[in-house]
């Protein structure tokens, strides 16, 4: 059931997943199965692998559940075969919820109170025979001693025997929800009194909007809101009633039940009933779990952009095996200098104060510039926090006055590296270093290769994410460990110069045996093939299996030991090497003649065409990096400050983080701007990723700047009219229309995107809305 379950939700056959689910449960890992198995699953892609990982785990919890449930309902002896078919064909965890839900042990509720004073015959009646007088019917339950006093006790009890038997049906459940979800809207107001300080959630004070159109940034900014004491928010049923009436959920429950008003002695009762179950179980019930099913929908939503903007920073591009000058500015605290070789090792530190209050510029000009000439360093790493721009400026006009020096200034994002600084690993990394030097060495070898650095920082430290730190943080840590597994792989690791922190996302290791590695390789030297690695401590056969193509040793005794064709494929090369009598180390790289040998001839049981062809591919350029070409952006000079920013102006800057209402962009003045979803291109789009991504460059031009509130609002649609009022005190000159961030709609008619109801984005904010500045916020 679950396999063909997956199958059908993947469009793919049973026997593809059958195989995969194989190779999970015998402890393969995702990045070996779609590289070294595709003959296995019949060619299943990584992504596809993924999402098969997780509805397996999904689907075997709910059968799971099933099993308790179904076991839990027949030891009461309750359980019919219908009520067993349903449990057996329920395919959702909530709808398995629904129908156990009148067999779940609980506290004593009224309505059992009611059952054991014996009123359960009066409920049937009224219920099954709405001609009855209600009040003589409830005088003959009337007993002192079962604490039923009068007829109002007797129908207050059968009342909440049905009341709890309707909010208990599965299949009328099923239906309020369908109608909630589809026209119930979410409406939050400020808490009376909290105006002044609720301000970042301005655009919430008044706000509704359907429930099935609530976008993730909207919704975890309320929630958010909420948990501060900012923000009442509730599920408004009836967004279209102008009054008080009856919702149209009681309606549905009055249809399901087939009760009607037709003057008869218990239809006021049943009237009653309906409208009870719906205001004090059904509709608390409902607004409690939509919430949650909101909250966990946008949770997901902002792990998925978290993920992917990680993804994005660990696959930019890498500067290489270079010598490389990392500066991790401070202006009262000095600027800390550290120089790494090509290999990353720490050949020189120091700490220079060009800044306020020492103004030691000139000391610092000649401090880097004798550091850069005995080093011969090839690149400066700049890390982009406070005092940044202060000391581009000073290193650039360091190189105008030493041309000789052919070094490359960068920015780059420091993000995380106070973080490793402070870390255990660092502190067994640089020993001997003080804490604030190893940010500066964190930061010159993150743009030497930014993701063997990057890997030693916790994800969530990165600063990649959308309100990361109000999402589930087992799953967002569970989603970033899979994202940096399959970069880790994707690109692959030298074995004899790689971290613990990256090898521990090998394919097949974890922590401890990646810390074996290390103490093997610091006692017994580098290894000379891959053979080796099973001399480690307790890295057996099966982790061999799984990490050995993904590991790298560049000179080594074996040259396919420095590429990612397997160890159990190397028959294939050999069995090349004699069909075309060239050596290995010709063959490789040898595009011409590997072009012309035909795949199929190499196949065997063992390794079928798409391993081979695979083969034939590494071998023509082996250990191929996928990552893209170094690029750099150049801020523009005097820019330096938000101050510095004028409406119109065009710049170059970085893509530093990408949320589903658009891109934020770090033009060199120590505040991000956003560019609008609407305002990155001219034709409509509804993902800012189809246009841009993390650690991009691009050129944008500058709509409106709020000095004040920090905001900065960008446009990549060049020909776009921004704004002249540079908004220096946070409000619009007279007489002028506002348009805050948003394309010109003259240029484009579809500007007006950016998910969810449309109608409820107003156009008078300079960043949408104010999850922008709790989003900023979060980010720093």
């Known amino acids: 059931m679950i396999i063909n379950k997956i199958a059908d939700e993947l469009s ?24 070294y198995r595709k003959e296995v699953t019949q060619g ?132 309020v929800r369908k109608y909630l979800t589809e026209n119930a809207h979410v409406k939050s107001t400020v808490v009376s009194g909290k105006e002044q300080e609720a301000a970042k959630y301005k655009d919430y004070f008044e706000h509704s909007e359907k429930y ?22 509730q599920l408004d049923a009836d967004p279209q009633s102008e009054d008080n009436g009856p919702s149209h959920c009681e309606h549905i429950i009055a249809n399901h039940y087939d009760i009607m008003h037709r003057g008869r002695g218990a239809d006021d009762f049943l009237a009653q009933v309906v409208q009870w179950t719906w205001k004090i179980k059904i509709g608390l019930h409902m607004e409690t779990e939509l919430f949650s099913a909101l909250r966990e929908r946008a949770e997901e939503e902002a792990i998925e952009v978290f993920a992917k903007n990680l993804n994005d920073l660990l696959m930019a591009a890498p500067a290489g095996a270079k010598t490389t000058m990392g500066l991790d500015p401070g202006l009262r605290t000095g600027v800390k200098v550290a120089v790494v070789d090509s290999t990353g090792k720490v050949v020189a530190t120091n700490t220079i104060f060009p800044h306020a ?30 005092g940044s721009r202060e000391t581009d400026k000073l290193v650039g006009e360091m190189l105008k006055n030493n041309s000789e020096l052919t070094a490359q200034k960068i ?19 640089l020993p001997d270093l003080d804490v604030s030097i190893r940010g500066a060495v964190s930061i010159a070898r993150r743009l030497q290769d930014p993701l063997a650095e990057l890997v030693k920082i916790e994800p969530k ?37 790689a971290s613990p922190a990256l090898l521990s996302y090998v394919s097949g290791l974890n922590k401890t045996l990646a810390h074996n590695i290390v103490n093997f390789r610091d006692t017994n030297g580098a290894f000379p093939d891959r053979k080796a690695l099973l001399k480690v401590e307790r890295l057996g056969p099966k982790a061999f299996e799984q990490a050995a193509g993904f590991l790298r040793i560049v000179n080594g005794t074996n040259p396919l030991d420095a590429s990612a064709v397997h160890p159990e494929a190397y028959p294939v090369v050999d069995k090349i090497v004699d069909t075309t009598a060239v050596a290995v180390n010709d063959i490789i790289g040898n595009t011409e003649l590997l072009k ?11 390794f079928g065409l ?90 944008v031009k500058v709509l409106e700047v709020d000095v004040p509130r920090k905001r900065i609002s960008f446009t990549m649609r060049l020909d776009d009219t921004p704004n002249q009022n540079n908004n220096a005190g946070g409000k619009p000159a007279a007489g002028k229309t506002q348009n805050k961030g948003r394309a010109n709609p003259k240029a484009n008619p579809r500007s007006n995107q950016g998910g969810g109801n449309r109608n409820s984005q107003p156009q008078n904010s300079a960043m949408g809305n104010a999850f922008a500045d709790a989003f900023a916020k979060a980010k720093k």
């Open 212 to 233: 099935k159109n609530v976008p993730s940034h909207r919704a975890l900014a309320m929630f958010r809101g909420r948990n501060e004491g900012m923000l009442h928010i």
């Open 357 to 386: 209050p020492q103004n030691q510029w000139d000391k610092s000009i000649r401090t880097l510039t004798t550091l850069c000439k005995q080093y011969k360093v090839d690149l400066i790493s700049i890390g982009n926090g406070t």
């Open 461 to 497: 430290a990165i600063g990649v994410g959308q309100y990361q730190h109000d999402v589930s943080q087992s799953q967002l840590g569970k989603s970033l460990d899979r994202v940096i597994e399959d970069c880790v792989n994707a690109v692959g690791v030298d074995l004899n110069t």
């Open 610 to 699: 798409p391993t081979v062809k695979d083969i034939l591919k590494e071998l023509d350029k082996p250990g191929r990096d996928p990552r893209p070409e170094f690029k750099t952006a150049a801020f523009k000079e005097g820019v330096e400050t938000i101050n510095d920013l004028k409406p119109g102006m065009i710049l170059e800057g970085v893509v530093s983080n990408v949320a589903n209402f658009g891109a934020f962009v770090d033009v060199g003045v120590h505040q991000d701007g956003l560019v609008h979803i609407s305002a990155l291109t001219n034709k409509f789009i509804s993902d800012p990723r189809e246009v841009v991504k993390a650690g991009d460059i691009v050129k």
């Open 44 to 175: 299943l892609d990584d992504t596809q692998l993924r999402t098969l990982e997780q509805r397996l785990t999904y689907l075997r919890e709910l059968e799971e559940r099933r099993d308790v449930i179904l076991k839990s309902i027949e030891e009461q002896g309750k359980l019919t075969d219908e009520l067993k078919s349903s449990i057996t064909s329920a395919d959702s965890k909530t709808t398995l919820e629904d129908l156990y839900l009148p067999y779940k042990p609980r506290r004593r509720t009224k309505g059992q109170i009611a059952i054991e004073a014996g009123l359960e015959p009066l409920a049937d009646t009224l219920f099954s025979d709405p001609d009855t007088d209600v009040e003589s019917a409830a005088s003959e339950y009337v007993n002192a001693d079962s604490g039923v006093a009068d007829t109002k006790a007797a129908l207050e009890g059968a009342r909440y025997i049905l009341m709890e038997r309707f909010a208990e049906d599965a299949s009328l459940l099923a239906k």
């Open 411 to 429: 920015m780059v994002s420091e993000a995380g590296a106070s973080v490793y600084s402070a870390s255990e690993l660092a502190s067994k990394e």
């Open 596 to 606: 012309s040998l035909s795949p199929d001839t190499f196949t065997s049981d063992a």
């Open 12 to 35: 793919v056959q049973p026997s593809q997943v059958t195989a995969a689910v194989k190779l999970l449960d015998e402890g393969s890992t995702v990045p070996f199965i779609a590289r």
